[in-house]
């Protein structure tokens, strides 16, 4: 069954650096666009960026320049490079097929302490 997992979440200081991993299963993960999305406390999940098939990147602005979206098709897995992180950045994290609403993992908490 499709599957997402991921991982790589913890507590940090305001600009410190995080790597997160999300392993898929279940797709064909070659031919999708992955996507990572993230969802503060009170506040509705939101796109962070996504990464197509060929390699071509979309961010939202508030990451441009700060966070970077790989895969490994090998892998089956994404991956979000978080660098210069702010507090506004504490979410949970997940990872999905861009634009599907369904099977989402359990998500990965980021915290960011100013």
């Known amino acids: 069954q499709v599957q997402f997992v991921e991982s790589g979440g913890g507590l940090v200081q305001a600009g410190g650096s995080l790597r997160l991993s999300c392993a898929a299963s279940g797709i064909p993960f070659r031919l999708a666009v992955m996507g990572w999305y993230r969802q503060a406390l009170g506040k509705q999940r939101e796109l962070v960026a996504f990464i197509t098939r060929d390699g071509s990147i979309w961010y939202v602005d508030s990451v441009k320049g700060r966070f970077t979206i790989s895969r490994d098709n090998a892998k089956n897995t994404v991956y979000l490079q978080m660098n210069s992180l702010k507090p506004e950045d504490t979410a949970v994290y997940y990872c999905?097929?861009?634009?599907?609403?369904?099977?989402w993992g359990q998500g990965t908490q980021v915290t960011v302490s100013s």
């Open positions: 999905n097929r861009y634009g599907r609403d369904e099977y």
